[in-house]
Nanobody, 120 residues
Framework: QLQASGGGLVQAGDSLRLSCAASGRTFSSYNMAWFRQAPGKEREFVAG????????YYQGSVKGRFTISTDNVKNMLYLQMNSLKPEDTAVYYC???????????????WGKGTQVTVSS
């Protein structure tokens, strides 16, 4: 029901846009988020958005570099990532939750991850 795409191998300073296609149900009443998990680390919150209303939330390390957005017509979630750093390297997941708690254990739906690798 959630399918993430758009990852790849880029150099530090480059940009990428991740996409997450939502299907099978309407997510208009859900809160949507991007998480990431680097090797050997726990999955962490990156950015979140209320599907209707558009309030956005960011982890401190990505604020000002990443932008989360939705396209309600296309039923898509995006993460525009600019000024990428090697420490942004991780598998990125999109997720949906009825709760406004940006923690993996509160997410109701997960997409398969997409790998982002940033070389120095």
């Amino acid at each position: 029901q959630l399918q993430a795409s758009g990852g790849g191998l880029v150099q530090a300073g480059d940009s990428l846009r991740l996409s997450c296609a939502a299907s099978g149900r309407t997510f208009s009443s859900y809160n949507m988020a991007w998480f990431r998990q680097a090797p050997g680390k726990e999955r962490e919150f990156v950015a979140g958005i209320k599907w209707s209303g558009g309030s956005t939330y960011y982890q401190g390390s990505v604020k000002g570099r990443f932008t989360i957005s939705t396209d309600n017509v296309k039923n898509m979630l995006y993460l525009q990532m600019n000024s990428l750093k090697p420490e942004d390297t991780a598998v990125y997941y999109c997720a949906a939750s009825v709760a406004t708690v940006w923690h993996p254990s509160y997410m109701d739906y997960w997409g398969k991850g997409t790998q982002v690798t940033v070389s120095s």
